[in-house]
């Protein structure tokens, strides 16, 4: 009998030898040591290790493929089964003459390092088991793996011996020099004599001097909170407190919130090839704050330690930068120099560019807004300081270095955008996450205590704190918010006026009453003032001492805490200031437009007319100020306003809420009031002319369709500025134009603060109008904030909203007594059972309620035996939407039975709740007895052949019914092409 027959006849037991224990091992290592002698190829293995396929199914296609192949592959493969079962299995399968010796095969195959990595693969395997994670590092030093490559390979169900299987597979994928890189270093071991299960890498001792005095200095730089700086000092680990990280919308790749370690993590990731991430978010967002902590955790070893070394950019101070410079010098000049032997670490930095991480802080504040224009590829050429970042950011400059950015997202144009890897939103604080911060800045349990309460009295005030750096004023001033009764802050502009007058009173010896405080410090307003807009106006926000002299700015000015001095990595030795924040040099900014005699009558038109337009890339706002070689400087750069679109807007925000009708007595002495009506007119008239422009853009709607309007940039911006301005006369005024039937605000980035100007403004609409605002960060207390202007809303539409149950419970509690409001839809949100008594009890009250939709929320068969009871007694809803929710079949039977006999109900989901053929008999009552109903979205359910029967049978006895949809089921294909015949209105 040949070989080649014997494997036919034998096939059994050979099956049952190799696959009976339930481990793959003994078939992975036939498989090597074919591999290993040539009797496979490699594209034959990856045929048979097909990755989730049966171990039986694998064995088989084995057996099929020998016996094709021949004798010889036959005879190894008799060898290959002597070597790899235990003894009293072997001698069932011994054949004379099988098996050629596997060194001879080496000798044939020692061409390249790919092959090697075949003829040797048994050895490797073996030799791998035990040191993966530092072969793992070889690897991705030398560029050839990845992470991502690495957490393959890592996959914990793999066991050490599949490990190695995988990394050599990954290994031959990535070529001839990736295949040298193990090879060498499995010699290295075996030379060194070390065993091969201990890590062995270290970096040059240089290198590692420089590591320590680079972190050392990180450290040292980040330890301190700057807000604080000007007042008292507050360590970053007193009052660090997370803030709210999100992915965009669009990819879901990720459950539960994101810590700071996703930021360099995978989740997120759109574009494997980029090596830049964006953290974005709004001013006082807490972007460099977050980036400070991360800062501090690596130089202290406990986060990013896959990074050897990290270089902190700030935006701000690379503007300061005169000189070209190359990449050396940037990183040495501006972060840490090294002591000695720069060349040699420079090259290591070269070289190992995955141990690399780069910071660049606020790229909104950079003069020059991004281009990829300039390419610049090599390392040691100059160039000037904005080139070098942006061929940082794109990667043609130190490919593979990963780089962490952030901005206003404002400012981020979509050529940015094209080179990101992924990016991150920072949303502030979340409602617990304000409670922490308050309870760390004060120690006494009592102040915190009576901090936090006054927030819960004014929800305005609470919107407010989302944002981080208006919570840290809140907390700063507790005493004069605890003792301002009545007069509680609502807008920013009454928190900036707070902290200004908490600043001037603490330098006093003497607290002035009344308005005086501010007569007595016109002066530092107005030389702080004057510094601040010029600086805003010319993108600088770190100022020389001879910038501070040239504006009158003293020392007693500088005493006062709104100016601090500027921390700089690179040693400079003259000293430099900046704002204690950007946003309070665009309230400084505010305040000199407002208050100083020399104010251009175009300055407040332009301000905002420039912002108005489509909120990016127009002429420059202040353009008038500039001396005209700047102005044509910047109109060649052209985007280059769009990086300080986002302050100026922050100040004409500002100058809005400064002359409100509320604040005028506080310039009583300060400016001349014919001055002061003059501005409040010029102001009201731009947020006039601006809402018309806006409503101008409208489409006419199409016949039959619903006149709709979509926000363009700006007009949040613009309700937010008529919001400071707490007239309702102007809301009104501004309103009182619109006419739509519909008002669109998805992706509009707004938070609570956005909805409190939106109520605010939208309850003067003279008609009713669905409100949509999907997809942006309203939350619970945006919620709240939006009940004022519920009244007006037929509509609301929240997808993906961050909303719970607390949320829709006062949300209901208000629809209860709003005639208009019909529909809502919560797709995305965070709802559970504890939501659905309040749907059940509008539903009950509501007789008027057309739709409810609830898609994708955590809603079991408690919430749907809920809703029924509502559903019981309710004669006019007609779209109930509970898609991707977990009803299952008795939440399907609880709806069936409430429904069984519905009148008003015309579309029904309830795809993905695991319904089941139950159920699904359950709800065919619906279809029997209804005399509404058009479509039942079932896809997804798990129903089999036995559900479709009863969903069938009753559509016998409806005409009415268009569509049931029955998408991945539990059907065969049969099944699906019989069903379909019988019945066409299912739909597979
Ligand atoms: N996570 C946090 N924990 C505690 N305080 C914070 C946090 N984030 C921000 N703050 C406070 O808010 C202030 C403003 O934050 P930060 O400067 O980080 O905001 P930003 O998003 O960088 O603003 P901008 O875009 O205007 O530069 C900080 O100085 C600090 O007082």
């Known amino acids: 009998m040949s070989i080649q027959e014997l494997v036919l006849r034998q096939r059994t037991e050979i099956l049952h030898a190799l696959c009976s224990s339930g481990s793959a091992e003994h078939l992975e290592r036939v498989l090597d040591i074919l591999l290993s002698q040539g009797g496979l190829i490699f594209e034959d293995y990856q045929n048979i290790q097909v990755p989730g396929r049966a171990?039986?199914?694998?064995?088989?296609?084995?057996?099929?493929?020998?016996?094709?192949?021949?004798?010889?592959?036959?005879?190894?493969?008799?060898?290959?089964?002597?070597?790899?079962?235990?003894?009293?299995?072997?001698?069932?399968?011994?054949?004379?003459?099988?098996?050629?010796?596997?060194?001879?095969?080496?000798?044939e195959h020692q061409s390249t390092c790919t092959e090697s990595l075949l003829t040797q693969r048994p050895s490797l395997v073996s030799k791998l088991q035990g040191c993966i994670e530092d072969a793992l590092k070889a690897l991705v030093i030398s560029g050839h793996f990845t992470s991502a490559d690495c957490d393959e390979v890592r996959l914990p169900i793999h066991t050490p011996s599949q490990q190695a299987r995988c990394l050599l597979n990954h290994v031959r994928s990535k070529g001839e020099s990736a295949a040298k890189v193990v090879l060498q270093y499995i010699q290295e071991k075996q030379e060194s004599g070390s065993p091969l299960n201990q890590d062995s890498w270290t970096p040059p001792k240089e290198v590692l001097k420089y590591q320590k005095k680079l972190s050392s200095s990180v450290s040292a730089q980040s330890c301190f909170l700057s807000t604080?700086?000007?007042?008292?000092?507050?360590?970053?680990?007193?009052?660090?407190?997370?803030?709210?990280?999100?992915?965009?919308?669009?990819?879901?790749?990720?459950?539960?919130?994101?810590?700071?370690?996703?930021?360099?993590?995978?989740?997120?990731t759109v574009n494997e090839e980029a090596d830049t991430v964006l953290v974005s978010g709004d001013a006082g967002g807490g972007k460099s704050t977050l980036l400070q902590r991360l800062h501090l955790l690596w130089a202290r070893g406990t986060a990013l330690q896959d990074f050897l070394l990290l270089f902190p950019f700030s935006c701000r101070k690379l503007n300061s930068e005169q000189q070209e410079l190359s990449v050396q010098e940037l990183l040495f000049q501006h972060c840490c120099w090294p002591d000695r032997e720069q060349e040699e670490i420079f090259q290591f930095i070269l070289d190992h560019p995955q141990l690399i991480l780069f910071t660049f802080d606020g790229l909104d504040e950079l003069k020059q807004g991004f281009s990829d224009e300039h390419r610049l590829c090599c390392p040691t050429q100059r160039a000037p300081v904005h080139i070098l970042l942006f061929n940082l950011i794109q990667g043609s400059l130190m490919k593979g270095v990963r780089k962490v950015v952030t901005s206003r997202p404002e400012?981020?144009?979509?050529?940015?955008?094209?080179?990101?890897?992924?990016?991150?939103?920072?949303?502030?604080?979340?409602?617990s996450g304000i409670e922490c911060f308050v309870r760390k800045h004060h120690r006494d349990p009592t102040v915190a205590a009576n901090v936090l309460?006054?927030?819960?009295?004014?929800?305005?005030?609470?919107?407010?704190?989302?944002?981080?750096?208006?919570?840290?004023?809140?907390?700063?001033?507790?005493?004069?918010?605890?003792?301002?009764?009545?007069?509680?802050?609502?807008?920013?502009?009454?928190?900036?006026?707070?902290?200004?007058?908490?600043?001037?009173?603490?330098?006093?010896?003497?607290?002035?009453?009344?308005?005086?405080?501010?007569?007595?410090?016109?002066?530092?307003?107005?030389?702080?003032?004057?510094?601040?807009?010029?600086?805003?106006?010319?993108?600088?926000?770190?100022?020389?001492?001879?910038?501070?002299?040239?504006?009158?700015?003293?020392?007693?000015?500088?005493?006062?805490?709104?100016?601090?001095?500027?921390?700089?990595?690179?040693?400079?030795?003259?000293?430099?200031?900046?704002?204690?924040?950007?946003?309070?040099?665009?309230?400084?900014?505010?305040?000199?437009?407002?208050?100083?005699?020399?104010?251009?009558?175009?300055?407040?038109?332009?301000?905002?007319?420039?912002?108005?337009?489509?909120?990016?890339?127009?002429?420059?706002?202040?353009?008038?100020c500039l001396p005209s070689a700047d102005q044509q400087e910047q109109a060649l750069k052209g985007e280059a306003t769009s990086a300080k679109t986002p302050n100026l807007q922050i100040t004409a925000t500002f100058v809005s809420g400064l002359l409100s009708q509320r604040h005028r007595?506080?310039?009583?002495?300060?400016?001349?009031?014919?001055?002061?009506?003059?501005?409040?007119?010029?102001?009201?008239?731009?947020?006039?002319?601006?809402?018309?422009?806006?409503?101008?853009?409208?489409?006419?709607?199409?016949?039959?369709?619903?006149?709709?309007m979509h926000a363009m940039p700006g007009f949040v911006w613009l309700i937010k500025c008529i919001y400071e301005m707490q007239e309702s006369r102007i809301a009104k005024d501004a309103m009182s134009k619109l006419e739509v039937d519909h008002l669109k605000l998805t992706y509009c980035n707004i938070g609570p603060v956005e909805c409190t100007a939106l109520a605010y403004v939208l309850q003067h609409l003279r008609n009713p109008v669905g409100l949509q605002l999907d997809n942006n960060s309203v939350g619970d207390v945006g919620v709240e904030q939006l009940l004022p202007c519920m009244p007006i809303c037929n509509s609301l539409y929240l997808r993906n909203n961050n909303i719970t149950d607390e949320g829709i419970r006062k949300l209901l509690a208000k629809g209860l007594q709003c005639d208009s409001f019909r529909k809502i839809a919560l797709f995305n949100n965070k709802l559970t059972d504890a939501c659905t008594q309040h749907f059940s009890h509008l539903l009950k009250t509501k007789q008027d309620f057309l739709s409810l939709r609830l898609g994708n929320n955590n809603i079991t068969e408690e919430g749907a035996k809920q809703l029924a009871e509502?559903?019981?007694?309710?004669?006019?809803?007609?779209?109930?939407?509970?898609?991707?929710?977990?009803?299952?079949?008795?939440?399907?039977?609880?709806?069936?039975?409430?429904?069984?006999?519905?009148?008003?109900?015309?579309?029904?989901?309830?795809?993905?709740?695991?319904?089941?053929?139950?159920?699904?008999?359950?709800?065919?009552?619906?279809?029997?007895?209804?005399?509404?109903?058009?479509?039942?979205?079932?896809?997804?359910?798990?129903?089999?052949?036995?559900?479709?029967?009863?969903?069938?049978?009753?559509?016998?006895?409806?005409?009415?019914?268009?569509?049931?949809?029955?998408?991945?089921?539990?059907?065969?294909?049969?099944?699906?092409?019989?069903?379909?015949?019988?019945e066409s209105r299912l739909i597979f």
Not at 412 to 423: H, I, Q, T
Not at 684 to 701: A, E, N, Y
Not at 901 to 925: E, I, K, P, R
Request: aromatic share 8%.
């Open 55 to 107: 171990l039986y199914t694998n064995a088989r296609q084995l057996l099929d493929l020998v016996y094709i192949k021949g004798v010889d592959t036959c005879a190894l493969f008799y060898g290959a089964l002597q070597q790899v079962l235990p003894e009293e299995q072997r001698a069932g399968f011994s054949f004379s003459g099988c098996g050629s010796n596997p060194e001879e095969k080496k000798e």
């Open 228 to 268: 604080y700086g000007g007042t008292s000092h507050m360590s970053l680990d007193d009052i660090y407190t997370e803030g709210q990280l999100e992915l965009p919308d669009n990819c879901d790749d990720v459950h539960g919130p994101l810590g700071l370690k996703d930021i360099v993590g995978t989740a997120g």
């Open 411 to 431: 400012a981020v144009s979509p050529v940015l955008k094209k080179n990101l890897r992924k990016e991150i939103l920072l949303q502030g604080f979340t409602p």
């Open 453 to 624: 309460e006054s927030l819960r009295t004014n929800t305005a005030l609470l919107g407010l704190c989302h944002s981080p750096v208006l919570c840290w004023i809140v907390s700063q001033c507790h005493k004069e918010l605890l003792g301002c009764g009545e007069g509680s802050p609502q807008t920013i502009t009454d928190v900036f006026l707070m902290i200004l007058q908490h600043f001037f009173q603490h330098q006093s010896s003497q607290s002035t009453m009344g308005s005086g405080w501010l007569h007595e410090h016109l002066n530092t307003v107005l030389h702080l003032g004057q510094l601040a807009f010029e600086g805003i106006e010319t993108s600088c926000y770190i100022f020389s001492g001879t910038a501070l002299e040239t504006c009158g700015v003293t020392d007693t000015d500088i005493c006062m805490g709104f100016l601090i001095q500027s921390r700089d990595l690179s040693s400079t030795l003259s000293q430099r200031f900046e704002f204690l924040h950007v946003i309070m040099q665009c309230f400084f900014a505010a305040l000199h437009i407002v208050l100083s005699k020399n104010t251009d009558r175009s300055t407040i038109p332009k301000l905002f007319e420039t912002q108005n337009m489509t909120g990016l890339r127009s002429s420059t706002c202040f353009g008038v």
């Open 665 to 708: 007595s506080l310039w009583l002495h300060c400016c001349p009031s014919a001055v002061m009506e003059k501005r409040v007119k010029q102001v009201v008239r731009c947020l006039s002319k601006g809402m018309q422009k806006h409503f101008k853009s409208i489409p006419q709607p199409v016949e039959g369709e619903k006149k709709s």
């Open 870 to 982: 509502g559903l019981k007694y309710n004669h006019s809803l007609q779209y109930l939407g509970l898609w991707g929710n977990k009803i299952g079949d008795a939440g399907a039977e609880a709806l069936a039975s409430a429904l069984e006999n519905t009148t008003s109900l015309v579309w029904l989901s309830l795809v993905g709740n695991g319904v089941g053929s139950a159920g699904a008999c359950a709800l065919a009552n619906i279809i029997k007895n209804s005399t509404s109903l058009e479509e039942l979205w079932l896809t997804e359910n798990c129903i089999t052949k036995s559900g479709v029967e009863c969903l069938m049978q009753a559509l016998e006895h409806n005409t009415r019914m268009k569509s049931v949809w029955l998408i991945n089921n539990g059907l065969s294909l049969e099944e699906v092409e019989e069903l379909t015949q019988r």
